[in-house]
């Protein structure tokens, strides 16, 4: 079995004619926290989607998750597969008509014929695992943002996944909720074994709890590395990403006309 879960080699993907991706290469290895972060509109969400099998096939390159081709798959085991990864919506994406309990109860119950005793236990046990086993009984409208998300996150561990997929875990989330998230996101990497691909735009908190980090940036990958080699690297695009900077790579004012020459047109 390979330490890589996850490959990606010179991977590009258009809709329709506008390319999205561009011959992008990225690895994730077995246990390991991986950002892909980059600004809005990069194809940051496009590759998330592909490796989680709702985008297919790309146009060009290759893409294997655990071994597995992912453009050779038919319905059927691109299913079976699916059932081996987690996702954590932005937002959580809960079924509001459920209880916190049936949320986390939902995969176990569609996917597996175990006994409601057991599907019991476990969904107390991923309750307990995000710190929650006492909200079982509230519904989804009686959580605030964080305890939403970490509902959300025990329903994304229900089947014990070896990969799985966060959508911008961080969004809207105040500081005590967000550094509850990324530590739930990193104990339960290590702790499960699994693989972590995290989707954000959230900075500082990622690169305190990731193991590698990938910057898209209109469909390639600009920069890679570690947290430390990113905060200490003086490629321009990195440097205005992790210092927030105003202008940069990504400019400030949308392209126009010289201001004089307008005034001018103006007068």
Known sequence: MSDNLIEI?????????????????LTARRGQVIAIMGISGGGKTTLLRLIGGALRPPRAGMLTVDGVDMSSLDR??????????????QFGALFTDLSVFDNVAFPLREHTDLPEEMVRDLVLMKLNAVGLR???????????????????????????????????????LDPIS????????????????????????????SLRMV???????????AAEGTPDQLRASDHPFVHQFVHGEEDGPVPFHYPAPAYAEELELAA
């Open 9 to 25: 080699r010179d991977l590009s993907f258009a809709y329709r004619e506008r390319l999205v991706l561009k011959g992008i290469n």
């Open 211 to 221: 193991d590698y980090v990938y910057f898209v940036s209109e469909g390639v990958i």
């Open 76 to 89: 059927e085991s691109l299913y079976e597969l699916r059932r081996r990864m987690g996702m954590l919506f």
């Open 134 to 172: 006492g909200a079982q009984d509230l519904m989804p409208s009686e959580l605030s943002g964080g305890m939403a998300r970490r509902v959300a996150l025990a329903r994304a561990i229900a089947l014990e996944p070896n990969l799985i997929l966060y959508d911008e875990p961080f969004a809207g």
């Open 178 to 205: 967000l550094g509850v998230t990324g530590n739930l996101i990193r104990r339960l990497t290590d702790t499960l074994g699994v693989t972590s691909i995290v989707v954000t735009h959230d900075i500082q908190e």
